[in-house]
């Protein structure tokens, strides 16, 4: 075993930002994404991720889904150098049926994005995945887009930031003008004019620098009207509104807001900027054992995300790995700590923009993913020799219960082992009730049947009916193990065991729950359980 003592471990680990965008579907995650590839020099025009998707689409069908659905339904990282940063961007699903995969997602990260458009403000997707990286309280940089078109008043936008989020909002450039009388921006932080360039999309703006709001300067490139109005509003700001602290943003009391285009590539460079600057270099991350420093000479690392059969071609399987600590390198044995089994990490990969490359190196704050056959699940631990059990990646109980049989009998068998991959990968909750045969798949939002459907026909070729189930709600059941048979027992038809054998109690009301609680306080129902 080597121990990586490597002298530039910590420039290496401050150099990095690990991050996600999260927004309503619409805002323009997808744009701004782009164009942070494109600053970043990893893909060379803006066009080339959806492009790139589309290769990417035809791997799969289900991704054609995902494609005409508008919805993103698979999180991956990707990888890209900005200035002497490292930028791990890592993408999380928009949709609201897909919550539990966001919080995974976001587990994995130090910081986020919140991208909002500037007509509609704060809309219902902005605020859960808010409310989720809240949890956690991440630091979050918010990204008001659109300004090119009709946007509300920008006094307005940042009151209902604060109040419908109830953070402190404090403005890192102004915006001059809006739609089509959108200029530019004023950089509150380092007093520059960022003039939009309205002929290239692709271009960074144009930066005058200014020796504040008062520079005669100011009169040449904005119009007078708007010069009055800009410095009205840049006054009221100053005195009204919270200025910019850095200890009470990295607390995630605060965030800095900066108004832009992302079509435009409009603001863009300011808020990688802000990233680059401000954010958080990679965070120490909790282990049931202790907490893990990134500057930690040994390798240790997490799986937050398992995917499937991203290659139907080699049914091969992605586990998504957020480095915890340490310097890793290709070819290292790490304990695989649930079947305490090294594993040789041979083909590690990076995702750089959309393609994949053999990772030779990672540090603290990277995400590699490790193709394996299974052995790899939501929540591992992987380390150079201690077992830790990394905590706070949960699994929900399922909000919607569904029972599923192949329509073709002589392809039950098939379709448990399918059912089984989708367990492990997270993707539905899979349970097998003590009585009867067949499964009930559970899962957060009604959308994921019809994806996992369409899924289990694609990839293993079996055609699926999901029907109602009489059970309408999962939990866990724990407690003192004489007491958990007895009442398993007395309670057979309500018996289900998860994908990893573990007890959990169906019930069909909320009531069934009540009772339970109320009659055997000994036992303990959960709707969530730590995934390890
Ligand atoms: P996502 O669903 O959040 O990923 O949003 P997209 O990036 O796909 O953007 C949604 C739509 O808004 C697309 O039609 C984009 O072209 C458009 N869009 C994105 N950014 C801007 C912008 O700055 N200004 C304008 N006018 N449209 C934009």
Known sequence: MTLTNRPDLPAEIARRRTFAIISHPDAGKTTLTEKFLLFGGAIQMAGQVRAKGEARRTRSDFMKMEQERGISVSASAMSFDYGKFRFNLVDTPGHSDFSEDTYRTIT?????????????????????????????????????????????????????IQ???????????????????????????????????????????????????????????????QLEKLREEIEMARELLPQFDRQSFLEGHLTPIWFGSAINSFGVRELMDGMAEYGPAPQPQTAAERQIAPEEPRVTGFVFKVQANMDPKHRDRVAFVRMASGHFERGMKLLHVRSRKQMAISNPVLFLAADRE??????????????????????????????????????????????????DPMKAKHLEKALMQFAEEGAAKVFKPQIGSGFIVGVVGVLQFEVLASRIELEYGIPVRFEGSQFTSARWLTGPQDKVEAFANVNKQHMATDHDGDLVYLTRLQWDIDRVTRDHPELRLTATKEMM
């Open 108 to 160: 994995a990260v130090d910081a986020a994005i919140m991208v909002i458009d500037g007509a509609k403000g704060v809309e219902s997707q902005t605020r859960k995945l808010f409310e989720v990286c809240r949890l956690r309280d991440l630091p979050i940089l918010t990204f008001c887009n659109k300004m090119d078109r009709e946007s509300r008043d920008t006094f307005e936008i940042i009151d209902e």
């Open 163 to 225: 109040e419908n989020l109830a953070i402190d909002v404090a403005p890192a450039s102004w915006p001059i003008g809006m739609g089509r009388d959108f200029l530019g921006a004023y950089d509150l932080i380092h007093d520059r004019l960022e003039i939009m360039d309205r002929a290239d999309r692709n271009r960074v703006a144009e930066t005058i620098r200014i020796s504040g709001i008062d520079d005669p300067k100011l009169a040449e490139h904005v119009p007078p009207h």
């Open 358 to 407: 053999l990772a030779e190196e990672a540090w603290a704050g990277d995400i590699i993913g490790i193709p394996n056959h299974g052995q790899l699940r939501i929540g591992d631990a992987l380390t150079e020799g201690e077992a830790l059990r990394f905590t706070g990646i949960p699994s929900f109980a399922p909000e919607l219960l569904q029972s599923v049989r192949a329509t």
